[in-house]
């Protein structure tokens, strides 16, 4: 996506282990009819608006819950969400986090580490400026729809693995079905899981 929207914190939020698979995924992230949907977080709304991006791409139930139309375009708000795709903090420290069913984002995870430790930051630096916003988006992400515990996690500033008993403790009530098939995909390929890819099943 070249021609991308711009969040409120001015980042396009592209990742080139993003770019070197969207000729597989099709941009499954961007389409929303599996139930899935973006979460504006507490103030980026109103943030929006005065910046004047454009948010007519956005479909918005409120001011915190939205499905996308049609491809951001410059000028246009990119949801702090989609910069963060396909990870989303899972607890108030935003030390845990979500990540994108595989079957859907073929990404691996070992290419997402560095990111984890990005929205790490970017997420702490929402709650210094909204204080309890992390909160209020952990609950709120309890209803979202394709997303899987990722697999690491950050203690004491170092990257570590999740316990299988903290996984089970931030998975999400609703996954997608056992035999989910993207329909976006630009071609069928084995290997992926909900909850990894052929190259972190190599490790
Ligand atoms: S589904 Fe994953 S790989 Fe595809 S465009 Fe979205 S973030 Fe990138
Ligand atoms: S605003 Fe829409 S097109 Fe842009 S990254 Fe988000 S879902 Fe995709």
Redesign the pocket.
């Known amino acids: ?1 070249i021609n991308t929207g711009c969040t409120v914190l001015k980042e396009d939020g592209v ?1 080139t ?6 000729g ?7 389409q929303f009819g599996e139930g899935n949907w973006i979460m504006l977080l507490p103030g980026e709304y109103e943030l929006a608006l005065q910046q004047g991006l454009k948010m007519d791409h956005l479909d918005c139930e409120n001011k915190q819950h939205a499905v996308c139309r049609s491809p951001c375009q410059t000028g246009d708000l990119k949801p702090i969400d989609c910069a963060w ?2 990870l989303f903090p899972a607890n108030r420290d935003a030390t845990k986090f979500l990540v ?1 069913d595989h079957r ?4 691996p995870n070992r290419e997402l580490i560095e990111k984890m430790m990005a929205t790490h930051v970017s997420a702490l630096a929402w709650e210094r400026r909204y204080p309890g916003s992390l909160g209020q988006m952990v609950a709120s992400s309890r209803h979202f729809v394709g997303y899987m515990p990722f697999p690491y996690k950050i203690e004491n500033g170092t990257v570590t693995n999740m316990t299988a008993e903290e996984m089970q403790a931030i998975s999400l009530p609703k996954e997608f079905p056992r035999n989910y098939i993207c329909k ?1 995909w630009m071609h069928v390929e084995s290997g992926y899981t909900a909850i990894a890819t052929p190259e972190d099943n190599e490790e």
Request: net charge positive; proline share 9%.
């Open positions: 996506m990742l282990a993003c770019t070197n698979r969207q597989l995924c099709g941009y499954a992230c961007c795709y396909p994108a859907k984002c073929p990404i976006e």
